[in-house]
């Protein structure tokens, strides 16, 4: 079967480092999506990893460790306009390219 | 360039009635897949076209529902007759080149579906 769990709900202060877990058991792989969406508006897109290691773009971060099926999502020096949702997907191998989400991670960033 | 378009953005419907989504992708983007969510759910996949062919509608819920895209531009997804559980809101998402790299899929702000 296909399984993507993040938590459900974070909260963090503004300033802070933030992390956000992903662990998938999924029958294909090609490639692990972290999305950035806030309510009402489209998924953006943040990182993309498909080897083990970490990915660096400015204030974000993304880890993926294929052998133990697990990736975070790391924020720092966080601002108000962080809080959103952060989904979690896996590329299926096969099947064209579709995404498997994880449920969301709602992010609420205090002062 | 434009992004990818949905409308419309909200539709209210009686249970039974009719409902036509539409999502213009990216200029060019031969790849379009169309996902759900539904409340307290993750974003499930729906199907997939690459130009005007379906190349995967393996995650369509039933036959109410119709997704088509002809001359492979824009696409449609009817429901008919809608029923309670369709609500939820209804992503379309483009992509050139899905199998390669990070960077491939745009998406749609979503047609949130209330079915009354």
């Known amino acids: 079967g296909q399984n993507i769990d993040q938590p459900t709900e974070m909260t963090a202060t503004e300033g802070a480092i933030v992390q956000i877990n992903c662990t998938y058991q999924?029958?294909?792989?090609?490639?692990l999506f972290w999305y950035q969406q806030h309510a009402g508006e489209a998924p953006t897109f943040l990182s993309y990893?498909?080897?083990?290691g970490l990915e660096e773009k400015g204030r974000f971060s993304s880890f993926l460790s294929r052998s133990k099926g697990y990736s975070y999502l790391l924020l720092k020096e966080l601002q108000m306009k962080d809080s959103a949702s952060y989904l979690c997907?896996?590329?299926?191998?096969?099947?064209?390219?579709?995404?498997?989400f994880g449920q969301g991670t709602e992010l609420s960033v205090k002062p | 360039e434009a992004g990818v378009t949905q409308f419309p953005s909200h539709s209210v419907i009686e249970k039974g009635q009719t409902v036509t989504l539409r999502c213009d992708p990216i200029?060019?983007?031969?790849?379009l897949y169309w996902y759900r969510r539904v409340m307290g759910k993750e974003i499930k996949f729906l199907l997939h076209?690459?130009?005007?062919?379906?190349?995967?509608e393996s995650g369509m819920p039933n036959n109410r529902f119709l997704a088509e895209r002809t001359g492979g531009t824009y696409s449609t997804l009817k429901v008919q007759p809608a029923e309670l559980e369709d609500s939820g809101v209804y992503f379309c998402?483009?992509?050139?080149?899905?199998?390669?790299?990070?960077?491939?899929?745009?998406f749609g702000s979503g047609t949130r579906l209330t079915v009354v």
């Open positions: 998402a483009s992509s050139q080149d899905p199998g390669q790299g990070g960077y491939g899929y745009t």
């Open positions: 999924t029958s294909g792989f090609n490639g």
């Open positions: 990893n498909v080897l083990d």
């Open positions: 997907a896996v590329r299926d191998l096969l099947g064209g390219g579709k995404l498997i």
């Open positions: 200029s060019g983007h031969d790849n």
């Open positions: 076209f690459v130009k005007e062919s379906k190349q995967d």
